[in-house]
């Protein structure tokens, strides 16, 4: 069976999600890295894979609401590349708007500090990033 990573790909952080059962993703980690050094994410993200034996990378692609792809998404699209450069794994683009407006929204509903939200939001966002992915495969228990 196939292991899922999802990855919410900031500037500054690199929220990741799993799923081992190829149908429900679940939170697994943030990882922290110098802002806009990508080559320190890499190196970050290639380790979980390792780590997870994942063979699917599903990586959030921002686009615009008019469907452009600007800054955030052509560094998705060079992370991407990179990634499958440097390791033998699957890597899918996936349209990521909102991603983070529904995981702050799904926080909103927990009665937890700010700080703690604040610091899962990345890895919500990743969540909801590869459970969309899987739902469109048709993997979901619906």
């Not at 998404?73 to 033998?88: C, N, R, T, V, W």
Request: hydrophobic residues 40%.
């Amino acid at each position: 069976m196939k292991t899922y990573l999802g990855l919410d790909l900031g500037s500054k952080t690199c929220g990741i999600a799993i799923s081992s059962s190829g149908i429900i993703a679940e939170t697994y980690d943030t990882l922290r890295f110098r802002e806009n050094d990508y080559d320190e994410a890499l190196s970050q993200v290639i380790l979980v894979i390792k780590q997870t034996n994942a063979s699917v990378v599903v990586l959030g692609m921002p686009k615009h609401m008019n469907n452009d792809i600007g800054i955030r998404g052509k560094i998705s699209e060079s992370f991407k590349a990179s990634l499958e450069q440097a390791y033998p794994v699957e890597v899918i683009l996936w349209d990521e708007r909102l991603s983070t407006r529904t995981a702050m929204q799904a926080m909103s509903k927990v009665s937890e500090k700010n700080k703690t939200k604040k610091a899962k939001k990345d890895e919500l966002a990743a969540v909801v990033i590869l459970q969309n992915y899987l739902n469109y495969k048709g993997v979901s228990l619906c």
